[in-house]
């Protein structure tokens, strides 16, 4: 339990929202779903942010202006999503696995559905390492009752690795500033865990828990150059900024929906962040007292 002084309250702004002819409505709507769900924010060179729609299958491009444009739309659930150094789009898809957006096409294509004996369970998020190595997790339907889910390692030469394979329903992952060690968000557990990393030719050993937060569980994470961590909480409309300790410093409150599901640092001094309001439809912003950590897509 902690009993540190409160953290600080950071507001938040919005961005842009989903423009109304962008949001389905009956008869094409799905029965039980909203008009639009956003997820998996990525920013690109040039500034544009990419997120998607998951109930939809839909790939949206916004511009540092807040405007809206369909990149692609397909028979899938995209979730997460993050941008190769060499441009390549990659999507964590909870339906068909790891998949690869041509923007210029507007085409997405299989790129790992995972082995002939042992297919993805659902695909939630990823990242990649500084060389290049892609690591994303596999939730499926696990939780407490089946703590199966998995997190995987995909390396530059073409190898897929399973890291763990007993977490109840992994969701958004991130690494610490050395690449040291990988933060998974637990989201049925209420938990971020921290797993250490060996060499890429190495496993991982002494899985520990980095933070405990309460009512609902986290779901999106981000990093910034000071190593503080930050945890999205949907259902609470909250954004934790979490010490590399595990100290809550700061809380970023939605000034809309409570549904805050992912992040992603961006602008051009890096400190502001991006939140998606996933059912509300809105892209939040708040200004942060560190820069985000450049992540690989950037280099």
Known sequence: MYFGPPPQVIETEIFSTVPDALRYAAPKAKKGKPKCFLEGPSFDRAGNL????????????????????????????????????DGRIFIADHRHGIMLLDEKRGTVETFLEGTSKDRFKGTNDLIFDKNG????????????????????????????????????????????????????????????????????????????????????GPDGLALDEAGNVAVTHPGMGYVWLFSKRGEPLYQVKSCAGETTTNIAYGGEDRKTLYIMDSRAQNILTAKMPVAGKIMYSHM
Not at 140 to 169: K, Q
Not at 176 to 192: C, D, H, I, P, S
Not at 203 to 214: A, D, E, K, P, Y
Request: proline residues 6%; glycine residues 10%; hydrophobic residues 35%.
């Open 133 to 216: 190595n892609l690591y994303f997790t596999d939730q499926g339907g696990t939780g407490l009752h089946d703590p199966t889910g998995r997190v995987y390692r995909y390396t530059t030469e073409g190898r897929l690795e399973c890291l763990i394979d007993t977490i109840p329903n992994p969701n958004g992952l991130v690494f610490n500033v050395r690449e040291t060690e990988l933060f998974v968000a637990v989201t049925r557990a209420n938990a971020v865990w921290r797993i250490p990393l060996r060499d890429v030719k190495g496993g991982i050993s002494r899985v520990g828990l980095f933070v405990q937060i309460f009512s609902a």
């Open 50 to 85: 990419y997120c998607v729609d998951i109930p939809y299958g839909r790939v949206f491009r916004v511009s540092p202006k807040g405007e809206w444009e369909v990149v692609a739309e397909y028979d899938g659930e995209p979730n997460g999503l993050k941008i190769h150094k």
